[in-house]
């Protein structure tokens, strides 16, 4: 992304020559001529002191004048594109504040299971992939969940064994947090009834009677199978990257900010090196220990389009899979018979050993380590980056507060902290005002709302719900939200979020707390401003505003006056990075 000349815009049907505007705008250049000059629009700045404009100019990629028609006259030159935007809608560019990145590249190629109705199609699904294929070959993708299914029990590796045959198979849960794999892919990694164990943070969901595993791998012990798919070449990374990047523009995203390994920021850097990375990202390293990884995140080159904010790690589970860590057992899974306990598991109302012990998820090995959260914590915080940790239980939200806290007290205040915790889903209610503290983000993903919203209720019980997706009481308490999809878990589109977070509707088109709606203005500012300020960019991203990086969506239709039950199908007209447009 460069500030260069905008002479390519002229192909657009819409802009027309500035030297005589249809608002009649003479030449007279306050200063240095814009290079583009948009009017006759409907401009949601997200800027407080001037929240509404029709009209704004953008020179060297950085917007220098909002207003009206008559007010941007004088920044127009000979040289000025001039678009009429037809009193359409526009917003800052869009900040998906949590996604992954590349592997929401690969996925668009590989197996998509997000739609299939039940398990007759979801077998005929995978035996479709599997004919043809190179023995050998492996089976990826997945996305899949039986929430909404007549039959919602979970696969087994029966069902897809004798389609598959000898091709290893990896198909992840819609979460990501658990995965099945078929027999083929078991033996490679030396699963088998007799071992190995439950690593910690991990289960490998067995037969209680014969102890044969079932081929659903939950949380760590995915890694087992994981481990031994075929690393993706540079060129299919390339790939997968380019295709995000293009599937974000599409879907008005300017900005994102991916949880990625160390391992990808290799291929974005490729893209940023050759000028072909038009999307602005923001990484958050994604690894067990982030010391290792501290000197070569200080030497990596940072700027506006690509820059390292922070480092990422888990608390525990979902939601799904019946591993988010809760403060009481699961309403539907009260009770778990199994082997021992093993580390990371939670702390149980009997003794070790027992047959029945409270399931309440799993802790991840690092969150179950007395202090290492505070202390990886600590670490980010003396690199000047940031920490954001998975956290999706109420007792796992509640345990990271208390770390951020003690580094907080320990350091004491720092404008820059910026302590966020992804997906905040299920909260106990007296730590809803400590988000309100300064440096906290609260990053969620509204769209979850209706796809958990199918079985929350019945997982959780109803009383846990109400503080479940508390975007409502969040904001009431003076949080700050910072709106993302969770890429590739769930779909890109902003507009879907924004309709779950205003609406509350459920993907079987029920109404799911509906008492932590929140307006549409409201959902806009966490996509825009709350993405901003969570990546520390709240001084160059998210408004419509003089001197900000010129970043903005024209929309299809008006999202602050649109029946709200209509807002998901609003599309996008146009993405604007830079004062260039990268969409369509």
Request: proline share 6%; glycine share 8%.
């Amino acid at each position: 992304m460069t500030g260069h000349r905008i002479a390519t815009l002229f192909v657009f049907l819409l802009i027309v020559g500035c030297s005589q505007s249809k608002e009649g705008f003479p030449i007279r250049p306050k200063a240095a001529p814009a290079d583009l000059i948009v009017i006759n629009a409907k401009v949601w700045t997200a800027d407080e002191s001037c929240p509404e404009a029709t009209a704004f100019a953008v020179r060297d990629g950085r917007f220098v004048h909002v207003g009206d028609g008559a007010s941007v006259r004088s920044w127009a030159g000979p040289d000025t594109g001039c678009l009429d935007a037809g009193g359409a809608r526009i917003i800052p560019g869009i900040i998906d504040a949590h996604l992954h990145l590349i592997g929401g590249g690969l996925q668009l190629a590989r197996l998509d299971l997000r739609n299939v109705a039940d398990r007759p199609d979801f077998i005929a699904a995978v035996a479709e992939r599997a004919d043809g294929m190179p023995r050998g070959d492996w089976i990826l993708g997945g996305r899949w969940s039986t929430e909404s299914w007549p039959d919602v029990a979970q696969p087994i590796k029966e069902w897809i064994d004798a389609a598959t045959r000898d091709k290893p198979v990896f198909l992840v849960r819609m979460d990501g947090h658990s995965a099945l794999v078929n027999s083929a892919a078991l033996k490679l990694a030396g699963i088998d009834r007799d071992g190995p164990p439950d690593p910690p943070g991990g289960k490998i969901d067995r037969d209680p009677r014969t102890k044969e595993p079932t081929g659903i791998l939950k949380e760590a012990a995915m890694d087992f199978v994981r481990n031994r798919v075929p690393e993706d070449s540079a060129a299919e990374q390339d790939r997968a990257l380019a295709a995000a990047v293009q599937h974000a523009h599409r879907h008005g995203i300017t900005t994102v900010h991916t949880m990625s390994p160390w391992s990808r920021l290799a291929v974005m850097e490729r893209a940023r090196d050759a000028r072909t990375l038009t999307l602005r990202v923001r990484c958050y390293v994604s690894e067990d220990d982030w010391t290792d990884y501290v000197d070569h995140v200080m030497a990596f080159r940072n700027d506006d389009c690509l820059r390292i904010a922070g480092f990422k790690q888990f608390m525990d589970g979902s939601l799904g899979s019946r591993t988010a860590y809760m403060a009481e057992p699961f309403a539907d899974k009260p009770h778990l018979s199994d082997e021992p306990r093993t580390a990371g598991e939670p702390r149980t109302s009997v003794r070790a050993g027992a047959r029945r012990r409270d399931w309440r998820g799993l802790l991840t090995a690092a969150a179950a380590k007395k202090g290492e959260i505070q202390r990886l914590s600590a670490v980010a915080e003396a690199a000047g980056l940031n920490p954001a940790f998975h956290a999706i239980g109420d007792q796992a939200n509640h345990m990271l507060l208390d770390a951020y806290q003690a580094v907080a007290d320990a350091n004491g205040p720092r404008p820059d902290r910026r302590q966020r915790v992804e997906h905040a889903q299920h909260l106990l209610p007296g730590d809803i005002p400590r988000f309100a503290d300064p440096g906290v983000v609260a990053s969620m993903q509204p769209f979850h709302k209706a796809d958990d919203g199918r079985y929350a209720e019945r997982a959780i019980g109803p009383e846990r719900c109400k503080t479940s997706y508390a975007f409502r009481s969040l904001l009431d308490a003076g949080a700050v939200l910072a709106f993302g999809s969770d890429w590739p878990v769930v779909t890109l589109n902003p507009l879907k979020g924004i309709r779950a977070a205003v609406t509350g509707k459920t993907l079987d088109g029920k109404t799911f707390v509906p008492e932590q709606n929140i307006t549409a203005e409201e959902a806009l500012r966490a996509y825009t401003v709350g993405g901003a300020y969570a990546a520390g960019d709240e001084d160059r991203l998210g408004r419509i505003k003089a001197g900000y990086l010129a970043d903005f969506v024209i929309l299809a239709d008006d999202i602050l006056s649109a029946d709200p039950e209509q807002i998901g199908a609003i599309g996008i007209k146009a993405t604007y990075v830079n004062g260039l447009m990268v969409w369509p």
